[in-house]
């Protein structure tokens, strides 16, 4: 390799010639294969077995057992997460919309101003974001308890949700996650968006201005439409970490007991808490009922990504 | 326009401001109003309460402590592969790049159970390393690393080459000191991650190690009671080191965000 220059091998072709290359990439996917692949594959297999935290005897294979057990029995665990699939089919076209939607407005907006007013707005629009979802999460915990809370106590005055406890009531409590998730992502959306915004040649909005096209106009027929490659990666995105929706009601409901974690009647309860609970429960097939549930989570996201990909190549 | 940009900073700002105005004010005050701070004294007691009581001073080591292994470790790792990916080609590289690529598809939380027990089988659950070591493994690192090395001229590799420096060497004496700004950018981003993360740290540690993320959110439980200043006292602190890295490094995180979405 020392005066191997490129393009003309000095040695005969052999994978001995790139040892160096592969010397450098051995770190990294040894760490992959280790904590990435093998996990991944791993809790495939599992779904399909009645693995436990337990079990003495062995791990052995139960084919679909599990599956069945989760959808169809109506026992605990099942009647938990289908509950959880409820809420989530509930909390995320809903945070989604929401979110993007104040993103892109904000995006279109803030692009009309330029210097340093653009990046003291940028910037401080920004700061929600870099705050941990912990924090986010106390935050709002606060604002939305209906005494101390600053939100929750002036909302009561004008007539919503007067002397309820948001994080245990029906309806609320998915209100009170979309709130803080839109709180926290708004920045991060908004930032690749006003990106994206910026990407678009001048020329386009010169041309538009001689021919006489109001700012609106603008918005309607340059922008938005150069920016849906980005717009559909914000939307895929955001889809994926919404389905993953973990840190907010898992700190709201917190409880020694796992099963009051999700609230009363599980109305805070999303799959990867209830994932989490079936580690930590001890049941029987509890890693291997966990492991099924990581794996209905993985076919969700494959979807999107899927959908996002045939979008894509219909544009082409 | 101007109110809409206005009300949108103040729901972002103000919150922040709030947690400063309540700590340092009169325990009498009325939580839902106390805009301006108005006793120092009973918010310094709150602080070192907070710090002490609560432990948040072993929380911050703690979770500083694996913050920084996991970005010596991911900026190693993560710099090599871009390294060897932007300026060599060999056989396997499409698919080697595809798996990281297609990697990014399956986030933590899809095998954070098996990943979980094989830490625990490894002995490293409540370790230092423990918790970083699947933390290092980050694609969108190699990503953003990858774009800084693109912009750079072959034609440094390629003399140095010829001078004689051998590959690693290259790397070490010219490739990294050139990937100064990638690396700034990658190491912030990672230190906003891993500082807010709860999930994985909360799995992976346990009596030795305790993250800033499970002792606020262990804070917050309504189960036992504690004072409302000392816990919104609290969450101002643990905002302290995120907010400082973005006022340092702020146009390398939003420069890094755009990157990764218009990239994508």
């Known amino acids: ?316 | 326009m101007y109110a809409i940009m206005i009300l949108w900073l103040l729901v972002c700002l103000f919150p922040l401001w709030n947690l400063v105005s309540t700590t340092f004010s009169r325990d009498s005050d009325d939580l839902t109003r106390t805009f301006l701070p108005n006793d120092f004294g009973n918010g310094l007691g709150k602080l070192s309460y907070a710090l002490t009581a609560l432990n948040l001073i072993h929380a911050t080591a703690d979770t500083l402590g694996y913050t920084v292994v996991t970005i010596l470790g991911m900026i190693v790792i993560c710099s090599l592969v871009a390294y060897e990916f932007t300026f060599y080609k060999f056989p396997l590289k499409g698919f080697l790049y595809g798996a990281i690529l297609g990697s990014m598809m399956f986030p933590l939380v899809l095998y954070v159970i098996p990943l979980y027990r094989f830490v625990v089988t490894l002995g490293i659950s409540d370790t230092l390393l423990g918790v970083a070591a699947p933390l290092m493994v980050s694609p969108l690192s190699v990503f953003i690393l990858m774009q800084f090395l693109e912009d750079m001229p072959l034609s440094f590799v390629e003399s140095a080459r010829i001078d004689g420096a051998g590959h690693f060497r290259i790397f070490a004496s010219i490739v990294f000191p050139l990937l100064r700004n990638g690396l700034i950018t990658a190491t912030v981003l990672m230190f906003l991650n891993v500082w807010g993360a709860y999930l994985w740290p909360s799995l992976a540690t346990g009596a030795s190690i305790q993250p800033m993320s499970v002792t606020i959110a262990n804070m917050l439980s309504p189960m036992f009671y504690t004072d409302p200043r000392v816990k919104i006292g609290a969450m101002l602190l643990s905002a302290i080191p995120p907010l400082t890295i973005y006022l340092f490094f702020q146009r390398y995180v939003i420069n890094g965000i755009a990157m990764s979405g218009v990239k994508g």
């Open chain 1, 1 to 316: 390799m020392t005066n191997g220059h490129p393009g003309k091998p000095v040695r005969p072709l052999g994978f001995r010639r790139y040892a160096v290359n592969y010397l450098g990439l051995l770190p990294f996917f040894a760490l992959f294969v280790a904590f990435v692949l093998i996990p991944l594959v791993q809790g495939v297999l599992m779904s399909f077995t009645d693995w436990s935290t337990k079990l003495r005897g062995g791990t052995h294979f139960t084919g679909l057992t599990n599956y069945i057990y989760i959808l169809t029995s109506g026992g605990t665990s099942s009647q938990r997460f289908l509950k959880s699939i409820v809420n989530l089919l509930i909390y995320v076209p809903t945070t989604v919309t929401i979110g993007l939607a104040i993103s892109l407005i904000l995006a279109l907006i803030v692009n009309q101003f330029t210097g340093r007013q653009h990046g003291f707005f940028r910037g401080s629009f920004f700061v929600p974001t870099v705050l941990p979802l912990f924090l986010c999460t106390g935050i709002w915990q606060w604002y939305l308890n209906s005494e101390t809370g600053l939100v929750a106590s002036t909302l009561a005055r004008i007539g919503i949700g007067n002397g309820v406890t948001w994080s245990q009531t029906p309806g609320y409590a998915i209100a009170v996650c979309v709130i803080i998730d839109i709180w926290h992502a708004v920045g991060f959306n908004f930032v690749i968006m006003s990106a994206g915004i910026q990407d678009i040649s001048p020329d386009y909005y010169e041309a538009a201005e001689i021919d006489g096209a109001t700012t609106w106009q603008q918005m309607r027929y340059i922008t938005l439409p150069l920016l849906e490659p980005i717009l559909f990666f914000v939307i895929t995105y955001a889809f994926i970490s919404a389905l993953q929706v973990y840190d907010i009601p898992r700190i709201l409901t917190q409880d020694t007991n796992p099963n009051s974690i999700g609230g009363p009647n599980q109305v805070m309860l999303f799959p990867v808490m209830e994932m989490v609970r079936n580690l930590h429960s001890g049941d029987k097939a509890g890693l291997g009922r966990a492991c099924c549930e990581g794996v209905m989570l993985m076919f969700m996201i494959m979807g999107i990504t899927a959908f996002q990909f045939r979008r894509r190549k219909k544009k082409i």
